[in-house]
């Protein structure tokens, strides 16, 4: 029987090799070609290791995309989806589950067939999402501005059953990325109209704090170094803000470049990469030499618009998505981590 890794089951994963010094953190090593019929602007990636396949969110194409992960062969696409934002796999239970921004709903499928399984309704907007190994629950963003509401939902639904078990009320028109911590009950959101993070207990369901982003604007992108206390906030006006989790205080902000859209820890090599669309697309590479020590590896060249990554350290790779570029086709490139 097949073996299903999430996005972040794919994080936990060890690596085995590291950066020799001097050595540049990612090394362009291969570029995927997707379908030239596709066009418009991507959103999220989601990787099924043991299946050997890649999930690329095309929501101008109202679908999404799977490739082989090794060859980058293209298998086929998941059709009919509104606005698709985000994949997650769930392991056992051999399911896809998208949230569709433009319907307002959580899709599922057979993860062998891909046959449309159930749709958990949801508000407009429905967008990132977290997973609760404990509960098995999956916690999306959803409503806000596009609703034509003050507030958005993170609403949880149990994958089990397929259906949504509750919603969490949010001032604010616009939440983003999340993390999970998974020694305590706290759900970290990125709630970017009100320039915050907002901390979330899980069992309760209650608000417990609301932590300023004073150091960067329009935070969106999100990771967690839980065993050194610190949560990352990427902002798209070029920084990454460094956290206690104990204290809710800002400690530093680490630059990158603008227009970042998400944000990865790697907590065996100790790294962060923020994949920033602007310009000519750049990946930010730092290591944690300690919980309060940061150090630059580079900037690493990507491509125009290209802000979307998943990190597979078991394959040691890291995959980005290039939209397409005149006439030229989207690709997604492959990094070879060093």
């Known amino acids: 029987m097949r073996t299903w890794i999430s ?9 085995v090799s590291f950066a020799f010094p001097g050595a540049e953190p990612l090394q362009l090593v291969t570029k995927y070609e997707m379908p030239a019929a596709v066009k418009g602007r991507f959103d999220h990636l989601a990787v099924d290791l043991s299946g050997n396949r890649l999930f690329v969110t095309a929501e101008t194409a109202h679908k999404v995309l799977v490739f082989n992960l090794r060859s980058g062969a293209f298998l086929r696409a998941i059709t009919n989806i509104s606005i698709p934002h985000a994949v997650f796999c769930r392991e056992d239970l ?19 067939t891909y ?10 907007d429905a967008d990132s999402i977290g997973y609760d190994p404990a509960t098995r629950y999956l916690y999306i963003d959803n409503g806000g501005g596009d609703a034509h509401e003050s507030y958005s939902m993170l609403s949880v639904v149990d994958t089990t059953s397929g259906k949504k078990i509750a919603d969490i009320k949010v001032d604010g028109e616009t939440l983003e990325a999340m993390a999970l911590a998974r020694s305590s009950p706290h759900l970290y959101v990125n709630n970017a109209a009100k320039n915050q993070v907002d901390v979330i207990n899980r069992k309760t369901r209650a608000l417990i704090a609301t932590w300023p982003v004073t150091m960067g604007k329009r935070n969106v992108a999100m ?10 906030v990427a902002c798209r006006s070029g920084v990454i803000v460094v956290f206690d989790t ?50 630059s590896l580079g900037q690493i060249p990507s491509g125009p618009r290209g802000k979307n990554v998943v990190l597979v ?7 980005i998505t290039i939209p397409p570029q005149g006439s030229a086709p989207g690709e997604v490139y492959v990094y070879s981590v060093q």
């Open 246 to 295: 104990e204290s809710g205080k800002e400690l530093q902000a680490l630059p990158i470049a603008e227009g970042v859209d998400d944000l990865i820890f790697d907590g065996v090599r100790k790294r962060l990469y923020a994949a920033c669309g602007i310009g000519g697309g750049t990946i930010a590479v730092y290591h944690e030499n300690d919980p309060d020590h940061y150090q």
């Open 7 to 15: 996005v972040c089951g794919v994080l936990a994963c060890a690596a």
């Open 115 to 124: 046959r449309p399984l159930s749709t958990a309704k949801l508000k407009v």
């Open 223 to 232: 990771a967690l170094d839980e065993p050194a206390r610190r949560l990352f």
């Open 94 to 112: 051999k399911r896809i589950y998208i949230t569709d921004g433009g319907a307002g709903v959580l899709r599922s499928y057979d993860g062998e």
């Open 313 to 319: 350290p078991r394959l040691e790779r890291l995959y």
